[in-house]
């Protein structure tokens, strides 16, 4: 069968980068096992939409937005299976329960999300019994299906999902008996803190790690080493980690990645020309609405490439350093602007990203208040600033 | 629960590997079997939880049962797990030494396995070795390469027994602790600690970590000790082509670097002295893998790491398998069953059912077909599956490409737990560890089983996935 586009993946990248390219006027044909919406569907609190809708939602009905204008594009096909396969010559093989079809695409745009990192991947020490999940699991055990997990929980990890976790599992009517950070900051902004853990009064505990996990049949205690090395033990049946997510790789293992993951221009394409990629599949983010942004860029020039209309040929290199722990995209195509999304790995209170040349020399600030390791900090750049390839540092301005 | 429905002639206390390669070999007689296994299922304890290596056997002792039955069981392997539907990949291993001193150690291992009785052994040079596995550590001075060994999926080789043992008339009783026996004129009645009993004319002690106290139970006296293996797991491509192995040492034969059936690969066993018998993983256990691994296969530790795990080994004081009668009536142990005894149960279970001199039951099939797999097949006989049984197209879980099909056929075949379709099928071993399908498998289990959601288990009674509403 044959495609212009072949988008993999219908969550918050996919659903956007789908219809961008529909648009366009490229037929699409859109890959999705689960549900459309992916991770999203999961989501009951009102956290989305701000950005791209001017108006807060619950992750449903963000989803909502886009599948009620899937519809009116019949350029795009909805097909709900697994890829299996996917080659460097862009052919894809899809299994459902229709069979097994092989795709053969002009471009494709990988957003096929990420996956949650579990207890297994922690230096955790102890058992392995019942009553440990990851956050996306005890999120959609709760949210979709409507079970009920445990009674007493210790979250592990204070980013975005392990405080919208803690909030949604004590509105469940399990006690979160406390958060625990193994740095000795948060990883979310401070307003989040309080929304999910302040106004519940969950205790976030700074620099402590869960040490082990006790327990033969059900979790029945956690021991929480703290950073002066004394120890506590929590009783509790439920462990939730949220330990941080991974982009979901096995794919496309023939794309070469760069030293932090796989790297791509401001069209979002890789260096694996006509392979776009988008969302929590290239890097992983918080919020959706920045993850639908990119998707809207990569299904928009990933219809331009199949339809041979425009395919960029310069682009100078963005390249993180010091305290700039990655950044993407890595290549700016020449003569546009972009959008660079920056993470640092330390906070940073009163920032500027300066930007440099080869020589070390500053050719551009941008002021930003504060940077933490647990967001994305967005700015702009104009085509004019970038004009040869850059190094960006973060300074504090002391 | 099991009342007193019939007199077996062989009760198996124990549903590991040797209980049940043993409860096979005895339905190739005219005799009636029966397994009690304390557990949901089988393959709960070490079986489940080792390197699943086929050892050629140049480690063990010569003169020691465990001498014995290594070599004569890694010579049955390969057409034993062919019958059985098993995957063996003869791999190959490689020993490798540093420096000089440890060069002498090659030749006295070299010896020990011709002793043993063990073919294609040699010891190789340095370039030989690299060549043969490119990425093993450059500073070898020498290596011990032992054509014959391979690798196996542990699991599938203790299901399979257990299925072929089923259709050739053995049953299985799961749940049954035994904790009670009672010695009649002929015969030995066991208790369970739920309140059932078996009775039968012999009873053979499987019981792998619970030896020591089946032992007792039973009249006897062993001592046995523990001793925990913790391993890492990571994802594909594997980083080695066969078992890389150091030198042994007092504790063993140290951690190695390995690949799985599954092609994915793993470094461990460490060895811990465990007081108590549930397998646990120590915090910083990571760290000292990565070293130990390191030096055999430098930038191992940066491979993509999936999880980790432990399985318990229980040896004799000795270290020797331990195969004998008791002192009271019909009592057998079949116990120190540590590591090769992977390896060794096709050569004890035969060895031990052949010496009771019974008569050959004709109708015995020794074939056993493996569940259809859609992952690894062809897009043409992909489509084929699914057009037989549209199930095999809802792949349930992604990352090692498991369908509904598929999960049906292993609650059939007797999975009853999470953990149960995850050894059978894989599901859960990949990169999401269950995350994203673990719910999903409930779900089946639930439907498939006629029960309700909160009653599916992970794995021992009472480890349910949710709570159920009075919780
Ligand atoms: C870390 C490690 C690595 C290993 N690597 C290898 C290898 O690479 N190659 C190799 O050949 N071998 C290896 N082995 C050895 C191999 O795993 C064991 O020899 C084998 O699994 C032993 O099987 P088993 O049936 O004796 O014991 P188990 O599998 O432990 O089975 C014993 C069963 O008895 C049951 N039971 C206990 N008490 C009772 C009771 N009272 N009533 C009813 N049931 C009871 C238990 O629940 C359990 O299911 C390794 C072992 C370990 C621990």
């Known amino acids: ?398 | 629960m099991l009342y007193n429905v019939r007199m077996y002639d062989f009760c198996i206390i124990g549903g590991g590997v040797i209980g049940c390669a043993v409860a096979r070999e005895l339905t190739r007689y005219k005799t009636g079997v029966v397994v009690v296994e304390s557990r949901e299922d089988v393959c709960t304890g070490a079986s489940g939880a080792n390197s699943g290596i086929i050892h050629a056997g140049y480690d063990p002792v010569p003169g020691t049962l465990k001498a014995k039955y290594n070599a004569l069981g890694a010579k049955m392997f390969p057409s034993y797990a062919a019958a059985l539907g098993v995957p063996f990949v003869r791999t190959g291993s490689l020993l490798v030494a540093f420096g000089e001193s440890e060069k002498d150690m090659l030749r006295v291992l070299l010896e020990r396995g011709e002793k043993n009785g063990v073919k294609n052994l040699r010891v190789i040079k340095k370039e030989e070795a690299l060549a043969l596995e490119p990425y093993v550590s450059p500073e070898l001075s020498a290596a011990l390469y032992s054509a014959d060994a391979g690798i196996t999926n542990p699991f599938e080789l203790t299901y399979a027994l257990k299925e072929n043992a089923e259709k050739n008339g053995a049953r299985f009783e799961f749940g049954f602790e035994a904790v009670t026996c009672e010695h009649t004129a002929d015969a030995i009645k066991l208790g369970s600690a739920s309140g059932g009993y078996v009775t039968a004319k012999n009873v053979i002690n499987c019981a792998g970590e619970g030896a020591g106290p089946v032992a007792r139970l039973l009249g006897d006296l062993v001592y046995m000790k523990h001793r925990m293996g913790e391993y890492v797991l990571f994802d594909k491509p594997s980083a080695v082509r066969m078992p890389v192995f150091g030198v042994p040492d007092e504790r063993g034969k140290g951690v190695l670097v390995s690949p799985a059936v599954s092609g994915k690969f793993f470094i461990g066993p460490t060895s811990v002295e465990s007081k108590r018998v549930n397998p646990y993983f120590r915090r910083g256990a990571v760290r000292e893998l990565f070293s130990a691994a390191e030096k055999l296969v430098p930038g191992v530790s940066c491979a993509p790491r999936l999880t980790k795990y432990a399985g318990m080994r229980t040896a004799a004081a000795d270290g020797d398998f331990h195969i004998f009668k008791g002192g009271r009536g019909n009592v057998w142990h079949i116990i120190g069953t540590d590591s090769p005894g992977l390896t060794a149960a096709p050569a004890i279970a035969s060895a031990f059912a052949r010496s009771f001199g019974l008569e050959r039951e004709p109708s015995f099939d020794p074939v056993r077909h493996g569940i259809v797999r859609i992952a690894g097949k062809s897009a043409a006989e992909k489509q084929a599956l699914i057009s037989c049984d549209s199930r095999y197209g809802n792949i349930v879980c992604r990352c090692e490409c498991v369908s509904e099909a598929e999960v049906i056929e292993a609650i059939k075949r007797g999975a009853r737990t999470v953990d149960g379709v995850k050894k059978r099928l894989g599901t859960g071993m990949g990169k999401c560890q269950g995350s994203g399908c673990d719910d999903k498998i409930a779900a089946l289990l639930a439907r498939e089983l006629g029960k309700s959601i909160e009653n599916v288990d992970k794995n021992v009674c009472g480890s349910g996935l949710y709570l159920g509403e009075d919780a």
Not at chain 1, 13 to 25: D, Y
Not at chain 1, 56 to 78: A, C, H, N
Not at chain 1, 104 to 125: P, Q
Not at chain 1, 205 to 229: N, T
């Open chain 1, 1 to 398: 069968m044959q495609t212009d586009v072949l988008v993999i993946g219908g969550g918050a990248a996919g659903l956007a980068a789908a219809i961008a390219a529909a648009e366009k006027g490229a037929n699409v044909t859109l890959v999705e096992s689960g549900t459309l919406g992916g991770t999203l569907v999961r989501r009951i609190d009102d956290s989305f939409g701000k950005q791209i809708f001017g108006e807060v939602m619950t992750g449903r009905e963000y989803v909502r937005r886009f599948t009620d204008k899937l519809s009116l594009y019949p350029r795009i096909r909805v097909v709900k299976g697994v890829v299996t396969a996917l080659g460097a010559d862009k052919t894809a093989e899809i299994v459902s329960t229709d069979g097994c079809r092989v795709y053969k695409a002009k471009a494709v745009v990988l957003a096929s999300g990420s996956r949650e990192r579990t207890v297994g991947m922690l230096d955790v020490g102890g058992t392995h019994p019942a009553g440990i999940m990851t956050a996306g699991a005890a999120l959609k055990a709760m949210n979709v299906d409507g079970r009920r997990i445990g009674t007493r929980a210790v979250v592990i990890g204070s980013g975005e999902s392990g405080l919208t976790a803690a909030r949604r599992l004590t509105l469940e009517g399990v006690k979160v008996e406390c958060v625990t950070e193994r740095m000795p900051y948060s990883a979310c902004t401070p307003d989040m803190k309080v929304y999910c853990l302040d106004d519940y009064r969950i205790p976030l505990l700074l620099s402590a790690e869960v040490s082990e996990i006790r327990g033969d049949v059900r979790v029945r205690e956690v021991v929480i080493l703290r950073s002066g090395g004394e120890e506590q033990t929590v009783r509790c049946d439920l462990v939730v980690v949220a330990a941080g997510r991974m982009p979901l790789s096995a794919l496309y293992g023939f794309i070469k990645p760069g030293a932090k993951g796989i790297e791509t221009d401001s069209h979002c394409m890789t260096c694996s020309a006509g392979f776009f990629i988008c969302g929590n599949a290239l890097h992983v983010r918080s919020g959706a609405d920045n993850v639908s942004e990119e998707g809207r860029i990569a299904g928009g020039y990933a219809a331009e490439y199949a339809l041979k209309r425009r395919i960029a040929e310069k682009a100078y290199w963005l390249t993180p350093t010091g305290n700039v722990s990655a950044l993407w995209p890595q290549r700016i195509v020449a003569g546009e602007g972009a959008t660079v999304a920056v993470r640092v790995n330390r906070p940073i209170r009163s920032a500027c990203l300066a930007f440099k040349d080869g020589t070390g020399k500053t050719v551009m600030r941008k002021e930003k208040l504060t940077m933490i390791p647990g967001d994305e900090t967005r700015i702009y750049l104009d085509a004019e600033d970038v004009t040869q390839n850059l190094y960006v540092v973060a300074e504090e301005n002391l």
